[in-house]
C-alpha cells in the first residue's frame, strides 16, 4: 500500500522537475494560502471524518484498503504545492475516508519513508555531483540529523494522536498562513 500511495507524488515531482516548474510555486502568497487552505480541510476532517467501523488492530483497520492508499497517494502529490503539508493532507484524506485519527497519522509518516528516501537521493545524487566536498559532507550531517529529529517529532506526534485532536496543528498552520499573506503583502 505504501508504494502504491507513492507513485502519484514520484511522477507529478519528477514531471515537474523535468519541466523545472516547482520554482513557479514558491511565492509566499501561495504558500500562506495553501497552508491556510490545507489547514481548514484538515480541521473539517478531524472534526467531522466519515463514520466507518474502525477495527484497532496491530495493523489498519477494515476501512482501510488499496483505493485508500491510491486516494491518500493522489492527496499526497499535492504536497509538491509548498505550503500544502505532506503530512497534514495524508491525514486529511485518511480523515475523510474514516480511517480513525491514530492509524491517519501511523500511514502518513510510514508514507514519508519512501518518499523522503525518492527525493533525498535525487538530492544526494545532485550533491555528489559537486566539485566541493564540504558541500557533501553538510549534506550528509544535515541528513543524519534530520533524521535523528524527526524519528523524534514522529514518536511524540504519535503518542498526541492517541489523546488529542488536529487542532493544535491547524492553528500553527492557521497562523503560519496569515503570516505569510501578510508578510508578501508588505514586501511587495
Not at 497534514?88 to 502518513?108: C, K, N, Q, V
Not at 528516501?117 to 564540504?134: C, N, R, Y
Request: aromatic letters at 10%.
Amino acid at each position: 500500500m505504501l508504494c502504491a500511495a507513492t507513485i502519484p507524488i514520484i511522477a507529478l515531482g519528477g514531471i515537474l522537475l523535468a519541466l523545472d516548474w516547482i520554482d513557479l510555486l514558491r511565492n509566499p502568497l501561495i504558500i500562506g494560502s495553501a497552508s491556510l487552505l490545507f489547514g481548514a480541510l484538515l480541521w473539517h476532517s478531524d472534526r467531522n471524518p466519515v463514520n466507518q467501523p474502525n477495527l484497532e488492530t496491530p495493523y489498519m483497520s477494515a476501512c482501510f484498503s488499496w483505493k485508500n492508499a491510491v486516494i491518500i497517494g493522489f492527496a499526497q502529490a499535492l504536497a509538491i504545492i509548498p505550503g500544502t503539508s505532506r503530512s497534514g493532507i495524508t491525514m486529511t484524506a485518511a480523515r475523510y475516508l474514516g480511517i480513525s485519527r491514530p492509524e491517519a497519522a501511523r500511514f502518513s509518516m510510514l508514507l514519508a519513508i519512501p518518499t523522503i528516501l525518492i527525493f533525498g537521493a535525487f538530492a544526494g545524487l545532485d550533491l555528489s555531483s559537486t566539485d566541493h566536498p564540504v558541500q557533501l559532507r553538510d549534506g550528509l550531517i544535515v541528513g543524519l540529523l534530520s533524521l535523528i529529529i524527526c524519528y523524534g517529532v514522529i514518536h511524540f506526534f504519535m503518542l498526541m494522536t492517541r489523546k488529542m485532536s488536529f487542532t493544535p496543528f491547524v492553528i500553527y498552520r492557521m497562523l503560519l498562513g496569515v503570516f505569510l499573506i501578510g508578510w508578501a503583502l508588505i514586501t511587495q
